[in-house]
C-alpha cells in the first residue's frame, strides 16, 4: 500500500470510529433523566458484574484476572482491593521501581545527586564546596561546564561546544529510545539529571499501572493526583512532584480527605505551583518594610486560596465569595519554603503571617493565630457539606458515569460526612450500590489515554523493557503524564477524549503494539495481535 492509499485508509477509519464513539455519547446526554435513571435502576446480569469491575477498578483485566476473580468471588476481590496493603506486590514491579533511585531519595538528597541548574552555576562559579564522591564531583565538573560565564574571546569556542552538545545530546535521545530502562537512566543521570527525574517518575506510573496487584490503590493515586493536580514543568516543581505524589498523595487515597488536603496544603510543590509560597500579609504590624531593596515587594496572593476552595474542595458552585477567597488567603499567608532556593522543606513563617481576625464562610478566626489559621481553614472546607457533595460526584463521575445519578452522590456525601470524610467508607458506599453495577454504568466511560495503552499492555501481557515510548504514545493521543498545565488536571469526562487526532493516535498505537513496533515493549503476536488491535476498535475504548 502506497503512502498516500495509507493515509487514505486511516482517515476514512478516523471519522468511522469518530462516528462510532460520538453516537451512544451523543444519545446518552440526549436522554431524558426519567430514562437515565431508569438505566440505573435496571441491574447488571451477574456474568457481566466481574468484567465491570475489573474494568473500572483496574486499569483493566490480564488473562489470569478473570479466574482469580472468580475463584475469590467479587465481594472479596473488591475487598482485598480497598485493602492493598494485604495484597503481596507483583516482584517484577518491585525490581523496575528498585532501579529508579530518584523515587525514593529524599529531596536533599535528590539535589545532590541531581543538580539544578542554579546549583551548577554556583558551583561553576566556585561558590559551593565540591561533592566527596569523586564520580559525582566530575559530573558537576563536567555539567558545569555549560554554565561557566565566557568572554568575547572565546565565545566562537564556546559556540562549537554547544554545536558539539547539541549533536552528541541528539545522538543520545536517539539511542535511549531503544535501552533498557537501567541503561539509558545510568546515562542521564551522568549527562541530563533533569531528565532522568522525569524520566523516572513517569515511566512508574505506566509500571505501576501495568503491573502493579493493588490495581484500586493505583488508579486512586492517579485520580487523587490529578484532583490535586501540579505541573511537573513548572521550574522547582520539576524536582519536587515526585516527593509530592509519594508523600502527600499516596499514603492517603484509602485514608481521611483532611490528612490528604492538609498533607498537599503543606507540601512545596502544592506551595510553589499555586504560588503560596510567596503570600505574605499585606500590612504586617511587625515586619519591618526594605525600603532601599530593588526586589519587588510581595503581597497577598489569592491563587491557593482560590484553586483550595474551586477545585480541591468545595467546588466552583460551593457558595463562597471573593471576600471568602481573601480571607482563606490571609489565614495561609506565612505558609512557605524552607531555603527555597534549595527546593527545602515546608515552614510557617510567623513573621510574614497576617495576625488579624478573619471571617472564612461565616465562621470567625481569632486574631492572633499562626499557622493554627490555616489548618482551621482545612477542617472547614474538609468538612463542609459542599465539599462532601463536589468529591462524591467527582467520585461517581469516575467510577460510575459522566453524569452520575443524583440519588447515589447524595448517599455517598452522607457517608462522607457521617465518617468525617473517611474515603474508603464512601467509595464502599459507591461499590455496594446498586447504581454501579447497574446497566447504566456498563461500557458508559471512554478510556483515557493512560486507560487505553495500560489496559492494552496489561491484556497482551506484554513485555517492557523500556516504558518511555509507551509513555510518548500517551502523551500523543492528548495525556502527557504529569504535564498537565492547569491546575484543573486532566478532564474525568469521557467527551474530553473523543477527538480525531487523539482517536487516530489511539489508533497508531494500537496497529504498532500489534505489530511490535514499539521500542522497548513486545507481546506474542500468535496469542495477543488481535487483542492489540481491537485496542482502536470502539469497543475497546470503552470501560
Not at 215 to 240: M, S, T
Not at 396 to 408: S, W
Request: aromatic letters at 6%; glycine letters at 6%.
Amino acid at each position: 500500500m502506497n503512502s498516500k492509499a495509507f493515509q487514505t485508509q486511516h482517515l476514512v477509519r478516523t471519522i468511522a470510529v469518530l462516528a462510532l464513539l460520538l453516537s451512544p455519547l451523543a444519545a446518552r446526554n440526549s436522554k431524558k433523566p426519567n430514562e437515565a435513571d431508569a438505566k440505573f435502576r435496571e441491574k447488571l446480569a451477574k456474568e457481566k458484574q466481574g468484567e465491570h469491575a475489573l474494568s473500572r477498578l483496574s486499569f483493566g483485566p490480564r488473562p489470569q484476572d478473570r479466574e482469580k476473580l472468580r475463584k475469590l468471588g467479587l465481594k472479596k476481590w473488591i475487598e482485598l482491593q480497598l485493602n492493598p496493603t494485604s495484597i503481596p506486590e507483583n516482584p517484577e514491579l518491585l525490581e523496575k521501581l528498585a532501579a529508579m533511585p530518584t523515587l525514593l531519595l529524599p529531596m536533599e538528597a535528590l539535589l545532590v545527586q541531581y543538580p539544578t541548574p542554579q546549583i551548577l552555576t554556583a558551583f561553576a562559579a566556585g561558590k559551593i564546596t565540591p561533592p566527596e564522591n569523586p564520580e559525582l564531583r566530575e559530573t558537576y565538573t563536567r555539567l558545569s561546564a555549560r554554565y561557566k560565564p565566557r568572554n568575547e574571546e572565546s565565545k566562537s569556542a564556546a559556540e562549537l561546544e554547544n554545536e558539539a552538545n547539541q549533536k552528541a545530546a541528539a545522538e543520545r535521545r536517539r539511542r535511549i529510545g531503544v535501552m533498557s530502562t537501567e541503561e539509558r537512566n545510568g546515562i542521564l543521570r551522568s549527562t541530563a539529571p533533569q531528565q532522568a527525574i522525569a524520566g523516572e517518575l513517569t515511566e512508574s506510573k505506566l509500571y505501576r499501572a501495568v503491573l502493579s496487584e493493588r490495581q484500586l490503590h493505583e488508579v486512586l493515586v492517579d485520580f487523587w493526583f490529578n484532583h490535586f493536580n501540579v505541573y511537573l514543568d513548572k521550574g522547582a516543581d520539576h524536582w519536587l512532584t515526585t516527593a509530592y505524589e509519594r508523600e502527600a498523595i499516596r499514603p492517603f487515597v484509602l485514608g481521611h480527605f483532611q490528612e490528604m488536603l492538609l498533607a498537599t496544603a503543606e507540601s512545596p510543590a502544592m506551595l510553589f505551583f499555586l504560588d503560596n509560597w510567596q503570600s505574605v500579609s499585606e500590612a504586617p504590624a511587625d515586619r519591618p518594610r526594605k525600603t532601599q531593596s530593588k526586589r519587588p515587594v510581595r503581597g497577598l496572593n489569592e491563587n491557593y486560596a482560590r484553586e483550595l476552595m474551586e477545585l480541591h474542595t468545595l467546588g466552583v458552585d460551593g457558595g463562597y465569595t471573593q471576600k471568602d477567597v481573601q480571607e482563606v488567603a490571609r489565614c495561609f499567608t506565612g505558609w512557605t519554603i524552607e531555603e527555597p532556593n534549595r527546593l527545602g522543606k515546608f515552614k510557617f513563617n510567623e513573621r510574614v503571617h497576617d495576625k488579624g481576625e478573619k471571617l472564612v464562610l461565616g465562621v470567625t478566626i481569632p486574631a492572633g493565630g499562626g499557622i493554627e489559621d490555616g489548618i482551621k481553614v482545612i477542617e472547614i472546607l474538609a468538612k463542609h457539606p459542599a465539599t462532601a457533595r463536589f468529591l462524591s460526584r467527582k467520585l461517581a463521575q469516575r467510577f460510575v458515569a459522566d453524569e452520575p445519578p443524583k440519588a447515589l452522590v447524595e448517599r455517598m456525601a452522607a457517608s462522607f460526612l457521617k465518617s468525617e470524610g473517611d474515603l474508603k467508607v464512601v467509595m464502599r458506599t459507591m461499590l455496594n450500590s446498586p447504581e454501579f453495577f447497574s446497566a447504566g454504568a456498563y461500557r458508559a466511560k471512554m478510556k483515557s489515554p493512560l486507560e487505553v495503552v495500560a489496559a492494552a499492555l496489561r491484556a497482551t501481557e506484554a513485555k517492557i523493557t523500556n516504558a518511555v515510548p509507551a509513555s510518548q504514545a500517551i502523551a500523543n493521543m492528548g495525556q502527557p503524564l504529569y504535564r498537565k498545565q492547569e491546575p484543573t488536571g486532566y478532564s474525568n469526562n469521557s467527551e474530553e477524549w473523543v477527538n480525531s487526532a487523539g482517536l487516530l493516535a489511539r489508533m497508531n498505537f494500537a496497529i504498532a503494539l500489534s505489530n511490535n513496533k514499539i521500542n522497548g515493549v513486545s507481546i506474542d503476536k500468535d496469542r495477543y495481535a488481535e487483542i492489540a488491535r481491537s485496542t482502536g476498535a470502539p469497543e475497546g475504548q470503552r470501560r
